[in-house]
Antibody, heavy 119, light 107 residues
């Protein structure tokens, strides 16, 4: 079955960096793009952007350019989200989700990774 | 940037029907999906391409999309349907923008 398993919770100081992983299984990794979604505590879902797992080309939504970087390791079917220069307002759960372009939707999600930024 | 607006909350009695709206400019020209999120869990896709249900989603979930409004309807609502619901629109200009979210309470 399709699985997206994310790395564990992180506690970081302001100004530090974090790298969240999303390891996939059960499907052809390069056949489906991957998206990242942020959910701040008690808030709604916010689309961060997506990466084409075939070409490696990323697209970032407004407000997520510069400090947010998507990457891939196709040899282990894993996508990554790196956030640099962390700010307290980056505190959130970050989800990876598979893009089903035929459905125009996100059909499988990871369990989420809580990133807490605090001194 | 493109915005999708949902009512913050709706309530429904068990067994009754509840509808959740999602409003956006010319939303009917875009594909709309709906996600259910229960506390502490990841979102789950319940409707895609406006009206279609993924495998395993009960028939009581249905969707529509026309003009500036998309609607998710839950018929015969059950206690297990209590959750937050998010609409999402896709097109080449908006990519995957999410709605503001609606909390459904089953009284």
């Amino acid at each position: 079955q399709v699985l997206l398993v994310q790395s564990g919770s992180e506690l970081k100081n302001p100004g530090a960096s974090v790298k969240v992983s999303c390891k996939t299984s059960g499907y052809a990794f390069s056949s489906f793009s991957m998206t990242w979604v942020r959910q701040a505590p008690g808030r709604g879902l916010q689309w961060v952007g997506w990466i084409n797992t075939n070409t490696g080309n990323p697209t970032y939504d407004q407000g997520f350019t510069g400090r947010f970087v998507f990457s891939l390791d196709t040899s282990v079917s894993t996508a990554y989200l790196q956030i640099s220069s962390l700010k307290p307002e980056d505190t959130a759960v970050y989800y990876c989700a598979r893009v089903n372009s035929g459905f125009y939707s996100l059909d499988f999600w990871g369990q989420g990774t809580l990133v807490t930024v605090s001194s | 940037s493109y915005e999708l607006t949902q009512p913050p909350s709706v309530s429904v009695s068990p067994g009754q029907t509840v509808s959740i709206t999602c409003s956006g400019d010319k939303l009917g020209d875009k594909y709309v999906s709906w996600y259910q999120q229960k506390p502490g869990q990841s979102p789950v896709l319940v409707i895609y391409q406006d009206v279609k249900r993924p495998s395993g989603i009960p028939e009581r979930f249905s969707g529509s999309n026309s003009g500036n409004t998309a609607t998710l309807t839950i018929s015969g609502t059950q206690a297990m349907d209590e959750a937050d619901y998010y609409c999402q629109a896709w097109d080449t200009s908006t990519s995957y923008v999410f709605g503001t979210g609606t909390k459904v309470t089953v009284l």
